[in-house]
């Protein structure tokens, strides 16, 4: 199947590593020119090399730090001098792990910025582009914690929802501009993330990060957590030209292991 995605251009945040990194190779792959985009100058380039060995399309970075406004700001203003994206992916990572009960106040305000107000005022900067040229692939990167909340993960629980919401609204509100809005579930995928929640809660356990790996594993029907590139096929297919009536949902990859309906 054609993705249609030759002289598309995606930026993709949180590319230098984990699933950000794998849904920009799927996207380069398919010909798109992507923008990386994370808080390291040096990681993002080691990445844009790798990446730019086997692309179809040109490969560039850009950095930002989306917990620092001011950042947030020049960043989009960078953006809007260069290649205007089509598509837009927002990835960030999350917030430490830890139970609603004990919150520290402090802690809302600064990972708010990060995991949402961040990514609204990116996706607004960009809509009129999107809209203006009559397509345009909005994706935000969740957590199955949106669906089923996950035990001491409380905070990004709480703030992930709030894309979800936000992602609804708007994609009611664009759809018939030819732009769409969709979230991406993840279930147990095997990046850097899911080893620190595995040794994390080896750690309050006081089991081995294996043990927990394993215990991990068997709740899920497939019985092995999910590979990047997995999620990032589904990610380019709902950024694709081929996905035009795919709007305002949620898909998860996860294996099967959220059992609700």
């Not at 490969?59 to 960043?75: F, Q, R, W």
């Not at 089991?207 to 215990?215: M, S």
Request: net charge neutral; proline share 6%; aromatic share 4%.
């Amino acid at each position: 199947m054609d993705l249609e995605l030759d002289r598309r251009t995606a930026l993709v945040f949180g590319a230098s590593g984990g699933l950000g990194r794998a849904i920009a190779e799927g996207l380069a792959a398919e010909g798109a020119n992507v923008i990386l985009s994370g808080r390291s100058a040096e990681k993002l380039e080691a990445v844009r090399e790798e990446i730019a060995a086997t692309a179809r399309g040109r490969i560039s970075t850009l950095v930002a730090d989306l917990g620092n406004p001011e950042a947030v700001a020049a960043a989009i203003e960078q953006v809007k001098a260069g290649e205007m994206p089509d598509i837009l992916v927002l990835n960030g990572g999350g917030p430490p792990p830890g139970p609603m009960a004990s919150l520290d106040p402090e802690n809302l305000a600064p990972q708010f910025q990060t995991m949402v107000e961040a990514p609204i005022r990116i996706a607004t900067a960009l809509l009129p582009h999107m809209r203006e040229k009559g397509f345009g692939r909005i994706l935000v990167l969740l957590s199955s914690g949106v669906v089923q909340p996950i035990p001491n993960l409380g905070l990004s629980n709480t703030l992930r929802l709030s894309l979800v919401g936000w992602a609804k609204t708007l994609a009611a509100e664009v759809a018939a501009d030819g732009v769409t809005v969709n979230g991406l579930i993840p279930g147990r995928i095997h990046t850097d993330r899911v080893d620190q929640l595995d040794a994390a809660a080896a750690k309050r356990s006081g089991k081995t990060a294996d043990e927990v790996a394993a215990a991990s594993r068997a709740t899920i029907p497939m019985g092995r957590y999910g590979a990047p590139r997995e999620f990032a096929d589904a990610a380019c297919f709902l950024c694709s030209g081929r996905a035009g009536y795919i709007t305002g949902t949620s898909l998860r990859v996860d294996g099967g292991l959220l059992r609700n309906i």
